[in-house]
């Protein structure tokens, strides 16, 4: 999940897992706020002081064009006033500048739109949201925190260039807008794993460079590699019933939306999560270009903000490679069973359309049609031992079944 580990910035920050702390020195005309934002929601407190702007304050002149920032999601939710500070944040923050001043006194609405910047820019690795703000009535003057500089910077800058340079290798920007996410998807779950004390684990270092992330870090890097490919994507946030917040990807593909969550499909972090036995070679489909039918089963969106609808199942993985069923007949399902071992197929999946059908089925292929299937592979390549690793998810409606023919 999008979770961090316990850290200080001493002496002027300190961070909360889902809070942030403040140190408030009083004065006459401005309040500096010292705090480390988390690249998730979280509360700002606003320490209103009045102070009356002046034409001396040297706000820099934005060079960024409407062009290159109106496409951004996050980007289209905010009001005029609000994407100025948008450009004037990113502005800065990519020249790396100690500070700069922006058209708000607002700590709480900085936050926000900085946050948004951070979702909609995955190649802006560098910043965390840390930042020391020094905040009057109608403007601000910030001090971001970044967490590496200069040649160090560059260094990373250049290794993230050659890792997205070896991932987009492997797939044209010709083929078909479907094969192109499929392809990023396989190629982060195959190369990533799953660890919560894996460094840098909210940005693409992480994940494209030290394979090692968590949620943030996967989907930061699918939104970077798929934007690369002509592929809208967005870094879409929420959380997951008794677990906590979590981010994912919402794509467009063919005029559609749809959920694409490369976390989940990682049986890394499927293994440590819930300790199911899962060959690591294994991808977890169901969460590759599903509808929000699907996914909401798991997931819970951020409240508040309006993410597209995906309504769509024609994408949906079982649906594409017949596993999905509207209803149920054992015999049909240990015909398509043995079909999967006769082909040699390392694994065979079903999902079922509701979860009625799903308890309805779950029994007898547990007990008799699975136990029939490791018949057919024992006859078929001789084998005097079979083994096998059924995975169960109630909550997506879905029995997979890991075969070894040795």
């Known amino acids: 999940m999008r979770k961090k580990k316990k850290k200080r910035i001493f002496p002027l920050v300190f961070m909360l897992l889902v809070c942030i702390g403040f140190l408030i020195w009083g004065a006459k005309e401005a309040a500096t706020i010292y705090f480390q934002k988390l690249p998730e929601s979280v509360n700002v407190i606003k320490n209103a002081v009045s102070h009356t702007i002046e034409e001396s304050i040297p706000f820099s002149e934005i060079v960024i ?14 009001s005029d006033g609000q994407q100025l500070i948008y450009k004037e944040i990113l502005q800065a923050v990519r020249g790396q500048a100690e500070s700069f001043y922006i058209h708000t006194g607002d700590t709480k609405e900085f936050s926000m739109i900085y946050e948004y910047l951070l979702y909609d820019r995955p190649e802006i690795f560098w910043c965390t949201g840390g930042t020391q703000i020094t905040s009057y009535t109608d403007y601000s003057e910030v001090h971001p925190v970044y ?40 190629y982060l779950v195959n190369t990533v794993d ?44 929420g959380t997951i019933p008794q677990q906590g917040p979590h981010a994912w990807n919402i794509v467009r593909c063919n005029g559609q939306y749809y ?48 993410y597209p609808e995906c309504l769509s199942m024609d994408l949906d993985y079982y649906v594409l490679n017949g596993m999905y069923y509207e209803g149920y007949d ?8 043995n079909q999967s071992i006769y082909e040699m197929r390392p694994s065979f999946s079903c999902k079922f ?30 084998l005097d031992t079979v083994w096998y690793t059924y995975v169960e998810d109630p909550m997506m409606s879905v029995i997979t079944v890991y075969w070894r023919y040795q």
Do not use: W
């Open 65 to 78: 064009e409407e062009a290159e920032v109106s496409s951004g999601f996050y980007y289209q939710l905010l």
């Open 147 to 186: 967490t590496c500089q200069s040649e160090e910077l560059q260094q990373r800058q250049t290794q993230i260039d050659a890792a997205a340079a070896a991932c987009l290798a492997g797939i044209s920007m010709d083929a078909p807008e479907y094969d192109r996410i499929r392809y990023v998807f396989e």
């Open 194 to 237: 799953y660890n919560l004390d894996s460094p840098d684990n909210q940005n693409i270092y992480s994940s494209l460079v030290n394979r090692v992330s968590v949620c943030a870090g996967y989907s930061r890097a699918a939104q970077y590699l798929l934007q690369k490919l002509g592929i809208e994507c967005i870094y879409a946030i």
């Open 259 to 306: 959920h694409m969550d490369v976390t989940f499909g990682d049986p890394v972090f499927l293994q440590e999560e819930n300790g199911a036995n899962i060959p690591l070679d294994s991808i977890n489909y169901g969460y590759l270009c599903c509808a929000d039918s699907e996914l909401y089963r798991s997931h819970t969106p951020e409240a508040g903000i309006p």
């Open 330 to 337: 054992s015999y049909v399902m240990l015909l398509n069973m």
């Open 353 to 382: 359309s509701y979860n009625d059908l799903y308890l309805q089925a779950h029994d007898d292929i547990i007990n008799n049609v699975i136990p029939q299937a490791a018949q057919t592979l024992a006859v078929h390549y001789g």
